[in-house]
């Protein structure tokens, strides 16, 4: 399985765009990578997913580069109800079975 | 849909005692999981089932059984805890496949163990 590297932390304020990389350097021909957010005493939640250059959803967009080695989630003002730990994930498309979520990044937005 | 339930939400048990947590779900999902994760870390995966009558370790299986008892429901078994096991315990289900990338978390059981 492709390990992942993300930020442990990152601060930003309401109403800016945050943008959150994750390195998968080992990332395999046939793994989608897939980004999930866990309010505290939650489980986590699917935010989007993606196997090359860009995907959008109402909720976010995840920008790809041709190489694949990392991806960067976009969430696009963001407002207080946004901090949360994000995981990004890489995983085959039909092994997800294994998935690994590694620490994540705590985003912690002020007012 | 209540989506994934899960029961207890809280448990205190002591050093040598056994339990099983419940899960279940009502998407008419093929595959179930069941986490652990402890505190300030990310989920680790205990058991996971493909499909009704199969289940598979995941990444930290030592110390859990689990049974899937029909389509629906995924319980785990702690026959003797330990304090190491001291986490909070989450089910998840999803489609088969393709689908298995958006998996759908239960609330969660918060256990200790003394």
């Known amino acids: 399985l492709a390990k992942t590297t993300q930020p442990i932390s990152m601060d930003s304020y309401e109403g800016q765009e945050v943008n959150i990389t994750c390195s998968h350097n080992?990332?395999?021909?046939?793994?989608?990578i897939t980004w999930y957010q866990q309010f505290p005493s939650q489980g986590p939640r699917f935010i989007i997913q993606g196997y090359k250059t860009k995907v959008t959803n109402e909720v976010a967009s995840l920008f790809i580069p041709a190489d694949r080695k990392s991806s960067t989630l976009s969430l696009p003002r963001v407002s207080l109800s946004d901090t949360a730990v994000y995981y990004c994930l890489v995983g085959g498309q039909y092994n997800f079975n294994k998935f690994y979520f590694g620490s994540g990044t705590k985003l912690n937005v002020k007012p | 849909n209540a989506g994934v339930t899960q029961t207890p939400k809280f448990q205190v048990l002591k050093t040598g005692q056994s339990m099983t947590l419940q899960c279940a779900q009502d998407m008419n999902h093929n595959s179930m999981y069941w986490y652990r994760q402890d505190p300030g870390m990310g989920l680790r995966l205990i058991y996971y089932s493909a499909s009704e009558g199969t289940t598979d370790k995941g990444e930290v299986p030592n110390g859990y059984n689990v049974s899937r008892l029909n389509k629906r429901e995924f319980s785990l078994r702690l026959e003797s805890a330990a304090p190491s096991q001291t986490s909070v315990y989450f089910c998840?289900?999803?489609?088969?496949?393709?689908?298995?990338?958006?998996?759908?978390f239960g609330p969660g059981t918060r256990l200790t163990v003394t």
């Open positions: 998840a289900s999803s489609g088969a496949g393709a689908e298995s990338y958006e998996q759908y």
């Open positions: 080992n990332i395999a021909t046939n793994d989608y």
